[in-house]
């Protein structure tokens, strides 16, 4: 079995100030990682992935993350928001063995204010 | 480039009333199609998928079914439509010999009143 912790429901920013959204996850094989970003009413859509190589990915929109093998985690970065980031992210992993099953965790509602 | 169309935007139906959402990929052949649920309080969650055409995969038991007539259309259908239906409903592509990079569609927002 797997699962998908993401550790802040909701995460306040100020514009310009860094952030990072929290994920970790459980499983017995190996993974591959994703971020995905939900503006209101709309569809997913993929900010970056980890699939093999380094463990340093970089995304659309400035955003950055880091697979950490040992705490099992991809914590998600950005140094400086825009008010534009204001979204709900999804953490993603898909077993090595499963195929192309997303599984998602709960969601991270970031605020951006001036 | 590849595009993804879903229809309608939203939705609101009866309790008992039969589903029909649409689903259809440009600019590409022979894609893998997803459809998940975004319910509140229970996240988002993988449906069905398919490979090809006539090939479902069901991931969760329920009233829904799902059927792909095309090679780039993928159809989400219920004969009665229950209140635990409502939810942001998304499809997804990937491409046949890629399925870990899935690209989403703007969604159906359902309502069952």
């Known amino acids: 079995a797997q699962s998908v912790t993401q550790l802040d429901s909701q995460v306040p920013v100020f514009e310009e100030a860094p952030v990072e959204l929290r994920c970790n996850y459980s499983?017995?094989?190996?993974?591959?990682l994703f971020w995905y970003v939900q503006y209101p009413n709309q569809g997913l859509q993929l900010l970056l992935k980890y699939l093999s190589g380094s463990t340093l990915v970089k995304g659309i929109n400035g955003f950055e993350a880091e697979f950490n093998k040992s705490q099992t985690s991809f914590h998600l970065r950005k140094p400086s928001v825009h008010i534009s980031d204001t979204a709900e992210y999804f953490c993603a992993v898909i077993r090595a063995d499963s195929w192309g099953k997303l599984q998602f965790g709960a969601g991270t509602q970031v605020v951006v204010t001036p | 480039s590849q595009t993804i169309h879903q229809w309608p935007a939203t939705l609101v139906q009866p309790v008992g009333s039969p589903l029909s959402l649409e689903c259809t990929v440009e600019?590409?052949?022979?894609?893998?199609l997803y459809w998940y649920r975004q319910a509140a309080g229970r996240g988002l969650q993988l449906l069905f998928y398919s490979v090809g055409i006539g090939q479902i995969s069901s991931e969760v038991p329920q009233n829904l079914s799902a059927s792909r007539p095309q090679d780039r259309q993928f159809i989400l259908s219920s004969k009665k439509l229950l209140l635990s239906d409502s939810g942001f409903y998304l499809c997804?592509?990937?491409?046949?010999?890629?399925?870990?990079?899935?690209?989403f569609g703007p969604g159906t927002r359902l309502t069952v009143t």
């Open positions: 997804a592509w990937s491409d046949g010999n890629h399925p870990y990079e899935q690209y």
């Open positions: 499983s017995s094989v190996s993974v591959y």
């Open positions: 600019g590409t052949s022979n894609p893998n």
